[in-house]
């Protein structure tokens, strides 16, 4: 079974700086997808940035960028020149590649402050 | 864009009422899923399915069940609601490939009183 874990329930950071959220999973096997999912509070989740687990190059997406780490089983997230539309809940998720299902964190709330 | 759409926003239900969640999806995605999130939790798959009338369970099945009559539609029922079962619900699809992004409809936050 997999497990994905965000140590940090809630984050905030000055609008313009830099953030980084973590997120460690727990997994056997040796493909699988890692995935950083955002949802502002008008609730609709939106991806932020997808890793495949083989590619040793961490993924970037515009100001976020990921730090993964295979060996250690890390994909910490970060956000470079907060915005104020960057306030969410961010979730972190594995899936393996046989199968179809995500493993949620428990989610960490960034408040970006003006 | 993938476009995955819930049928209400905000439902409020009695305990003992059969409640039916509807989802939507505008990509001839063969998966969809039904999540529900609730604070500290993150989501926790309740039912998926990868085509026409299959279906799977996922962590939390218990107290839900599924209907897949169309592949664009995808239902969830609650046969006799309970409290606990006050959350929110999301909705996903995604292709059939694997490693596909999932994408999200707005939620349904359902209160059982």
């Known amino acids: 079974a997999q497990t994905v874990t965000q140590s940090q329930p809630e984050m905030s950071v000055q609008e313009a700086e830099t953030v980084t959220l973590s997120c460690t999973y727990d997994t056997s096997e040796s493909n699988y997808y890692l995935f950083w999912y955002k949802q502002p509070p008008s609730r609709q989740m939106i991806l932020v940035i997808r890793q495949e687990a083989y590619k040793q190059q961490n993924a970037t997406e515009n100001r976020f960028s990921v730090n993964f780490q295979k060996a250690a089983k890390s994909f910490s997230l970060k956000i470079s020149d907060s915005q104020l539309g960057d306030t969410a809940m961010y979730f972190c998720a594995s899936l393996h590649n046989a199968g179809n299902m995500l493993t949620f964190g428990g989610g960490t709330r960034l408040m970006v402050k003006p | 864009d993938v476009k995955v759409t819930q049928s209400s926003r905000y439902l409020v239900k009695r305990t003992g009422e059969k409640v039916f969640l509807e989802c939507v999806q505008d990509?001839?995605?063969?998966?969809m899923f039904w999540y529900r999130q609730d604070p500290g939790l993150g989501l926790r798959l309740i039912y998926f399915s990868y085509d026409v009338k299959m279906k799977e369970k996922g962590d939390i099945p218990e107290g839900y069940s599924v209907s897949r009559e169309k592949k664009e539609r995808f239902s969830l029922i609650l046969e006799s609601a309970s409290t606990n079962q006050t959350s929110m619900y999301l909705c996903?699809?995604?292709?059939?490939?694997?490693?596909?992004?999932?994408?999200f409809g707005p939620g349904t936050r359902l209160l059982v009183l």
């Open positions: 996903a699809s995604s292709l059939s490939n694997g490693g596909e992004t999932q994408y």
């Open positions: 990509m001839d995605h063969e998966n």
